[in-house]
Nanobody
Framework: QVQFVESGGGKVQPGGSLRLSCTASGSMFSMRNLGWYRQAAGQSRRELVAEITRGGNPNYADSVKGRFTISRDNAKKTVYLQMNALLPEDTAVYYC????????WGQGTQVTVSS
């Protein structure tokens, strides 16, 4: 069974930065495309905001392009999300999973952008 553990969230002011980390168990890590998803309060679905292929190629949602950077370290089974120039609308719980998401979701990490 694969488990994801997200960390690095917090409260920042608009324009600030955070770096999220997600470590996965299991042996599938290097073979899968991975993504960061977010779910804002009151929303029923999670939004994929950044994806990195198993070959290391990134893709981003238009809403975060130019501000967020996804990366991965297969040896550490960890995927990262560097978030810069944060906006209040980035406030959400952030999760990682494969793309498409086929494993149980972790607990996520809360990101709050507010002055």
């Amino acid at each position: 069974q694969v488990q994801f553990v997200e960390s690095g969230g917090g409260k920042v002011q608009p324009g600030g930065s955070l770096r999220l980390s997600c470590t996965a168990s299991g042996s599938m890590f290097s073979m899968r495309n991975l993504g960061w998803y977010r779910q804002a309060a009151g929303q029923s679905r999670r939004e994929l905001v950044a994806e990195i292929t198993r070959g290391g190629n990134p893709n981003y949602a238009d809403s975060v392009k130019g501000r967020f950077t996804i990366s991965r370290d297969n040896a550490k089974k960890t995927v990262y999300l560097q978030m810069n120039a944060l906006l209040p609308e980035d406030t959400a719980v952030y999760y990682c999973n494969t793309v498409p998401s086929i494993y149980t979701w972790g607990q996520g990490t809360q990101v709050t952008v507010s002055s």
